[in-house]
């Protein structure tokens, strides 16, 4: 209940503000996100944009930096909110990263793609659909031997088209993988599922033009910086297990284990000591563990804060509950406190 309240607050009034500014904002195309994405932030924009460095507010950062980027709801909030210059963006998922390369470079194509794809699945009856989503499925797997990921080809756009389609159609839209790297996500059951929303890809196409994106791990980082004071990076790692139980975080294959969070902990100091802007969130181990102080340990010379994120759902009542985010940061903003303030007169 309380957290229902917090939402509708804090969405009425910043929505509300968000209108009234878009209204002037040359940058805003009115992009979202086109992917459902495990961990993806839509729902914490809100709460975010009170922690972003007010270097951002003020129009002083040039660069933004998203290496964990998923379906980058933080990337299409601030580039169409503040006057960034450039994007740099990258995810080991080489497939999500050939689909936004796609849609930067090809979206007319891409959409033509889609238009057909739509087409033949909505007349299809349940269990046609089913058919129809695992032969896409074994596709895109038989696909992938012959894809060159170095050098944009025709071939791409069609591949990017199946990503679209898997993503709208599979199960919550899971991205997961079997042991040979094969796409392994089952079907989903969505009646009417938005395969191609042309306005949101021309959109998504037009804000991308200032993006440079890459597949690769979230130290490419280091070699890419070069506007120093004037940068801004936003770090999402995949989740640390919240329970012991809990299946572990696992994208395209790739363990991001607690000796990864310690590598990505090095390069947030790295970029602290060369004057960059930098946020990073998690979810809070201490939501099942009071005594898990993974994060606060490995952030102790900087700032943690504790927001809630999402209620837990759960058929046994002792163990339903708010699942509190972390949110790290490197620098002073005076919008916190306020912020803060708002959340915990909501909350308790
Ligand atoms: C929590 S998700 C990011 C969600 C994103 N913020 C959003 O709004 O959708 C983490 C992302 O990190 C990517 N990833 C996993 N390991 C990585 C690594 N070593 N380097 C770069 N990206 C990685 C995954 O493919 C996934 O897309």
Same mark, same amino acid.
């Given at each position: 209940?309380?957290?229902e309240?917090?939402?509708?607050?804090?969405?009425q009034?910043?929505?509300?503000r968000s209108?009234?500014?878009?209204?002037?904002?040359?940058?805003?195309?009115? /992009?979202?996100?086109?992917?459902?994405?495990?961990?993806?932030?839509?729902q914490?924009?809100? @709460?975010?944009?009170?922690?972003?460095?007010?270097?951002?507010?003020e129009?002083?950062?040039?660069?933004?930096?998203?290496?964990?980027?998923?379906?980058?709801?933080v990337?299409?909030d601030?580039?169409?909110?503040y006057?960034?210059?450039? /994007?740099?963006?990258?995810d080991?998922?080489?497939?999500?990263i050939?689909t936004?390369? @796609?849609?930067?470079?090809?979206?007319?194509?891409?959409i033509?793609?889609?238009?057909?794809?739509?087409?033949?699945?909505?007349?299809l009856?349940?269990?046609?659909?089913t058919?129809?989503?695992?032969?896409q499925?074994? !596709?895109?797997?038989?696909?992938?031997?012959?894809?060159?990921?170095?050098?944009?080809?025709?071939n791409?756009?069609?591949?990017?088209?199946?990503?679209?389609?898997?993503?709208?159609t599979?199960y919550?839209?899971l991205?997961?993988?079997?042991?040979?790297?094969?796409?392994n996500?089952? @079907?989903?059951?969505?009646?009417?599922?938005?395969?191609?929303?042309?306005?949101?890809?021309?959109?998504v196409?037009?804000?991308?033009?200032?993006?440079?994106?890459?597949?690769?791990?979230?130290?490419?980082? *280091?070699?890419?910086?070069?506007?120093?004071?004037?940068?801004?990076?936003?770090?999402?790692?995949?989740y640390?297990p919240?329970?012991?139980?809990?299946?572990?975080?696992?994208?395209?294959?790739?363990?991001?284990?607690?000796k990864?969070?310690?590598?990505?902990?090095?390069?947030?100091?790295?970029?602290?000591?060369?004057?960059?802007f @930098?946020?990073?969130?998690?979810?809070?181990? #201490? !939501?099942?563990?009071?005594?898990d102080?993974?994060?606060?340990? *490995?952030?102790?010379d900087?700032?943690?804060?504790?927001?809630?994120?999402?209620?837990?759902?759960?058929?046994v009542?002792s163990?339903?509950?708010l699942?509190?985010e972390?949110?790290?940061?490197?620098?002073? !903003?005076?919008?916190?406190?306020?912020?803060? #303030?708002?959340?915990?007169?909501?909350m308790?």
């Amino acid at each position: 209940m309380a957290q229902e309240k917090f939402d509708n607050n804090y969405h009425q009034n910043s929505s509300l503000r968000s209108k009234v500014n878009d209204l002037f904002n040359p940058y805003n195309f009115n /992009a979202k996100p086109f992917l459902k994405w495990a961990g993806g932030k839509t729902q914490l924009i809100n @709460v975010f944009r009170s922690f972003y460095p007010e270097a951002l507010t003020e129009g002083k950062i040039t660069d933004y930096f998203e290496p964990f980027l998923g379906s980058g709801a933080v990337f299409f909030d601030i580039a169409q909110k503040y006057s960034i210059q450039r /994007a740099y963006l990258y995810d080991i998922n080489k497939d999500l990263i050939l689909t936004y390369l @796609v849609i930067q470079q090809r979206v007319g194509i891409l959409i033509e793609f889609l238009k057909v794809i739509e087409k033949e699945y909505l007349k299809l009856d349940d269990s046609q659909r089913t058919s129809y989503y695992y032969r896409q499925r074994d !596709n895109f797997n038989s696909q992938k031997a012959q894809m060159d990921y170095s050098q944009f080809s025709d071939n791409w756009i069609h591949r990017a088209a199946l990503f679209i389609f898997l993503n709208r159609t599979c199960y919550n839209g899971l991205y997961r993988v079997n042991s040979e790297g094969n796409f392994n996500s089952p @079907v989903g059951k969505y009646k009417n599922p938005s395969i191609c929303d042309e306005d949101n890809l021309l959109a998504v196409s037009k804000v991308l033009a200032i993006a440079e994106l890459k597949m690769g791990d979230f130290s490419t980082i *280091l070699s890419d910086l070069k506007n120093k004071n004037s940068s801004f990076v936003y770090f999402d790692p995949p989740y640390r297990p919240i329970s012991k139980t809990s299946n572990f975080t696992n994208y395209n294959g790739n363990r991001f284990d607690d000796k990864q969070q310690k590598l990505l902990s090095a390069v947030f100091s790295a970029l602290d000591k060369s004057g960059v802007f @930098v946020m990073l969130s998690n979810s809070d181990p #201490k !939501n099942t563990n009071p005594n898990d102080t993974f994060f606060d340990d *490995l952030y102790k010379d900087y700032n943690i804060f504790r927001v809630p994120a999402k209620r837990i759902i759960n058929s046994v009542a002792s163990k339903r509950g708010l699942i509190n985010e972390i949110i790290v940061t490197n620098y002073q !903003n005076s919008q916190w406190k306020k912020a803060l #303030k708002e959340i915990k007169q909501v909350m308790f």
